[in-house]
């Protein structure tokens, strides 16, 4: 059973990537999870359009669509890992780490946590998308200003439809949260 709701949330950390390997018309198949130190910040923005219908002079009927999230993480430095595997980043002979114009970039998932007054929560996007890292970096003067790497992504549906989930410290799937892709069958839901 979960512990108690939070009233506050702060802090991220333990960002871990899993390459999706395969994409199938129904399914998405995983590769091996590595982790992504160095988190600084994460930003989810909804994406997706109100429709609104009008009728009587009035909106009538309003939805919302929802298309996953668009969001910017921010990390210390990226690592060889997300590089390679996911930006598609090929490594020479030599170790130098190489991007070409016609790299190949990799879906994923990505899943992290967020802390709170009382318990933490820990979420994972099933489809993400990335772009290439924001790379910024100054002279150094009397206080050294740390550089950091800004990759702005977009997290859609998986074929099934699920988008995010998560789980919060104390219940039956936080504890091996990072070792594979948080999944359930719709029949549990």
């Not at 998405?28 to 359009?49: I, R």
């Not at 009587?56 to 910017?72: A, P, S």
């Not at 988008?163 to 936080?174: F, H």
């Amino acid at each position: 059973m979960a512990g108690e709701a939070n009233k506050v949330r702060f802090g991220l950390s333990n960002v871990h990537i899993f390459p999706i390997q395969k994409e199938e018309a129904d399914k998405l198949t995983y590769g091996e999870v590595f982790k992504l130190p160095g988190a600084v910040s994460l930003s989810l923005d909804p994406s997706g359009d109100s429709n609104p219908f009008y009728a009587d002079d009035v909106i009538y009927y309003n939805e919302f669509t929802n298309n996953g999230y668009e969001g910017e993480l921010e990390i210390a430095t990226l690592n060889e890992d997300f590089e390679t595997k996911v930006l598609g980043y090929t490594k020479d002979k030599n170790g130098a780490i190489v991007e070409n114009v016609n790299a190949r970039a990799n879906n994923f998932a990505m899943a992290f946590e967020f802390n709170g007054d009382k318990n933490k929560v820990r979420h994972v996007l099933y489809k993400v998308s990335a772009s290439r890292p924001k790379l910024e970096s100054n002279t150094k003067e009397e206080k050294t200003k740390i550089g950091t790497d800004k990759i702005k992504f977009s997290a859609i549906p998986d074929p099934s439809g699920r988008i995010k989930a998560k789980v919060m410290k104390g219940s039956e799937s936080y504890e091996n949260f990072y070792k594979k892709v948080y999944t359930t069958n719709e029949s549990e839901v």
